[in-house]
């Protein structure tokens, strides 16, 4: 659970967030909303605990567990660990499993008296992680990474070697294994296919613990969570619903805002008209005069602030010199790294005019038979050609 109260975030001398109030309680499934640059990012950082508020209080109770949108990877403890090893870790089990590893690598070169110690420890270790449900949870393990597209392949990596896409996705997985009473989550469907994005609102719906996330993914947001937080001008607005309620309550808010705002600016017309017609007259009139003025400076204070609509960009792109029938062709492509085949016997065929999404799992090959394409790497066989006048863009 979390608990906020007067809190206001900063990034300089920009205040991003001023005096929220709000609490996360188990069971709650919230989205963060707001524009780039609002400061959603930086309110999650300060709820996990990383980053410092300017002002107010946040009572936290229970394990958090924070996914950050940067696929940096935090300080490790063991730069050395596989990715399973890193999921693994964010229960105690984890711990259990390391100095298994641990004493099962230092009994190989052991010698006599040393090594039968070591197997004695190793044998302690295994009975440990065995009481503690560790080979079960290894394989919940192995599932929830599978989940959101981390292979047994790639588990048995170091996790200091893969791509920040994979490095991700593991520290997703490690989060969702945490078995955690609140879940702070910054772009999860980020690097994620579409089979991975479903089982994640699966999960996320069956979550039984506080969620807060923010996501541009609608869906997510539709199916995931029962409340919405909007972040607009540094104030948080609390709106009960799906992503698609909030909508049109916001927009039902600010056309309500924006009739007591057209009420306000009426009658401090109306107060100042009669205000002028007034003074200049007896003391009496010029008494009530001043009174009807201090009245219509007393609303102006507190005018109600509508909002502004978000604004809107048109773009018109240049249009391109045609080019033949066939801009693009790609023949008998295959590609590989190392021992791993990425794929084999590849033909591509793009007409003129025409859009193809190319899909498929994490890792399947998509990112680099577009780079091939694009002439960025070449194929190990097979060739690309362009067609009269194409002209790439990548």
Known sequence: MIVVKDLTVGA????????????????DKVGLVGKNGAGKTTLLRTLAGIASPAEGTIARSGRIGYLSQEAALPVLDHPADTALERVLAAREIGAVQHRMEETRRKMEFAPGDERDRLIRRFARLEAEFEARGGYRAEAEARRVAASVGIGNDELARAITAMSGGQRRRVELARILFAETEVLLLDEPTNHLDLDAKQWLMRFLADYAGALLVVSHDLPLLDEAITSVLALEDGALE????????????????????ARERKHQEARIAALEDTARRFMGKTQKMARRAKSMQTRADRIKAHLVDVGVRGKSVVVRFPAPVPSGRIPLEGT?????????????????HVERGEC??????????????LRILAGVEPPDLGEVAFGLRASLGY
């Open 332 to 348: 008998g492509l295959a590609k590989a790294f190392g021992d791993t085949v990425v794929f084999v016997d590849v033909d591509v």
């Open 238 to 257: 609390a709106y009960r619903g799906s992503y698609s309620h909030y909508l049109e309550e916001r927009e039902a808010r600010r056309q309500q805002r």
């Open 356 to 369: 193809v999404v190319v899909m498929g799992l994490n890792g399947a090959g998509k990112t680099t038979l």
């Open 12 to 27: 300089g001398i920009r205040t991003l967030v001023s005096e929220a109030s709000f609490a996360l309680h188990p069971g």
